[in-house]
């Protein structure tokens, strides 16, 4: 499968450019997630949580029922689909669900190698830690997911940055 990360600013222009079959939109809860040319309705799974890691009122965190939308989500991708996944800037839960994406995808390629790829393609993320956990607890990877995120952490100094950069992920499948 293929995975693509993009901003919200960047969906319509992407969508163009990239032509996805499947879309993954994360954006706070209410928030209206644009419409992709030549995606369907049922191509296009709309969730709404904040990028946030601790509760505090008026915040919605990703939970169970979250991640299990996201995996009956990719029950329906082929091998062969292209996965646009995105959140407000392209940074926190995006690459979180696109981490998660290749984690599920491709079982064969540990958590760790998966997570240094992200890290390769995508130096500024900050993939969303509690999806992250949740995602570990439900896919029963017994915390390996989230030691790989915290493993390979940032390697640049903090840059506060609006917006990610345009990412394709491309796990290779070890034989």
């Known amino acids: 499968m293929n995975i693509l990360v993009c901003p919200l600013s960047r969906v319509k222009d992407i969508a163009v450019q990239w032509t996805p079959t499947h879309v993954l939109s994360i954006l706070d809860p209410g928030h209206i997630c644009p419409e992709v040319s030549g ?3 049922s191509r296009h799974l709309r969730l709404g949580f904040h990028d ?3 509760f505090r009122k008026g915040v919605t ?3 169970r029922e979250h991640l299990r939308e ?3 989500f990719l029950e329906g991708c082929s ?3 292209r996965l646009l996944i995105h ?10 669900a696109a981490f998660i994406v290749a984690c599920h995808q491709y079982p064969a390629v540990s958590e760790l190698e998966i997570a240094k790829t992200l890290r390769q393609v995508a130096p500024l993320a900050r993939p969303n830690e509690t999806l992250v956990k949740v ?3 439900v896919m029963v990877r017994g915390g390996r997911m ?6 390979t952490g940032r390697e640049l100094p903090w840059i506060d940055v609006a917006e990610g950069d345009v990412f394709e992920l491309v796990i290779a499948e070890t034989s």
């Not at 959140?87 to 979180?96: K, L, M, N």
């Not at 989230?146 to 493993?151: F, K, M, P, R, T």
């Open 146 to 151: 989230s030691d790989a995120i915290a493993e």
């Open 79 to 81: 091998p062969t689909d």
């Open 87 to 96: 959140c407000r800037a392209g940074i926190g839960r995006s690459t979180a």
């Open 61 to 63: 965190l990703p939970t």
């Open 52 to 54: 946030a890691h601790f």
């Open 135 to 137: 995602a570990d607890d």
């Open 70 to 72: 996201i995996l009956t």
């Open 39 to 41: 995606v369907s309705a």
